[in-house]
């Protein structure tokens, strides 16, 4: 078995097969230096100086060892042979396989604009990525983030409580995409309030400065000092080469719910692949963790003839300031939109309904919401919006168990 990309799915993916009882040779290989570990503290406690970098691990170094899998690290599969089953790795040497799992994940998407090659401009998705931006922090300097999405949104919530100037901009209103207008104009004054200058619908034209980055040009004409720049504008998802066979690609690796691709003996899963979903009818991409190490133990299972599919409740969450932000489900269109206490009372949940058939819950500080909304998802039954609105009713009894 050969898992390709030694992130969070990945890991728990060479984990699971152990775990499941496989005894045959497990390779992992992973082109970053490090370890599987857990990328959301690299825009939270480690840039803040909160947490070190070596409690993020998954793993301990022995475990692998102990496990009897094979760590390649900085170690890049630069093709997969689908009819001769082998990766041919960076280096020059060449692994079989029997069953070969993909879990390269996501890599930035980079701005194109004149002046990014100067110092001071940085994208966040690995662990270096992180300690660059924690040092270039030490000096307090004026921050521009570029991109308000949820990396933009929690680089600017840990500079601010460092006590650096931030300015975030964004061609839309925040995380609008994904939570709407209304809630995405929460985030927004929420940040304004913690003293984030916000600007939305202005992009960046260029950046200026000798050597270092010194200011931004807005493509409204107005220029921003800034001594560092985090960009946050996405991700795509890294999709490795295969010959011999065709890989089917549409926004990531195509995957059954069985994470099987389009060719033999090959399975993808993490950010890297969409799937069909069972109960929500459709194909899905999650760029999020929990899904990622679910996904990946999935992976392994079926791997190794699991014939289930994978079903989960989709879940993410994101802290900013000292506000737990959790979302549980998956609405990209909803036709209601239901509040559970005021946003401005900083403690809500908000419900995404679709012809009255919950489809999501968006919650700040409401634990006990969210664990009540997956519990609903589960059945995706109709809901009465007003229920859902009434504090005094309790969200867990509303649960109609199936005959
Ligand atoms: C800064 C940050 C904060 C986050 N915070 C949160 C959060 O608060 N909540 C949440 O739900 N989610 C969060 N996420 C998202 C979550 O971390 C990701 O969904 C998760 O890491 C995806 O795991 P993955 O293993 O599928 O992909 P990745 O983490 O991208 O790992 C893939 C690995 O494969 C390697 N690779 C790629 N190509 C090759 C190749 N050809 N050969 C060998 N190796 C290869 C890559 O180098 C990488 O190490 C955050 C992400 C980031 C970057």
Redesign the pocket.
Known sequence: MIV?????????AAEALRQQGYAGRVVL????P?R?Y???????ELLRGEKRSSEFFLRSEPYYAEQRIEL?LN????RIDAQAHRAL??GGSVLSYDRLL???????RRLRVPGTELRGLHY???LR??DAIASALAARPNVLVVGAG??GC??AASARMLGCHVTMIDVATPLAAVIGERLGQWIASMHRAHGVDVRVGVGVAAFHGTERVETALLDNGEEVPCGLVVIGVG?MP?I??VEGATLDVQDGIVVDERCRTSIADLYA?????SWPHPVWGERLR????????N??VWAAKCMLGETKPYAPVP?????QYDRSIQYVGYAPRWNDLVLRASPESGSFSAFYLMDGRLQACFAVNRFKDISAARRLLRTRSTIDPELLADESVDLKKLLVEPA
Not at 4 to 12: C, E, F, K, Y
Not at 38 to 44: F, G, N, V
Not at 102 to 108: D, E, K, M, R, Y
Not at 315 to 319: E, K, Q, V, Y
């Open positions: 390709v990309g030694a992130g969070l799915t990945g890991g728990r290989v992973g082109e970053e490090e599987p857990e990328r959301p503290p690299l825009s939270k390649r170690t890049r599969v630069e790795l960076s993909i879990a390269t994940g996501c890599t930035v966040l998705r690995t990525d992180a949820f990396i929690e680089v991700v890294n490795p080469a899963a993490g950010d890297v692949a999650v760029e999020h963790f929990d899904h990622a190490q996904h990946g879940f993410f969450w994101s802290d």
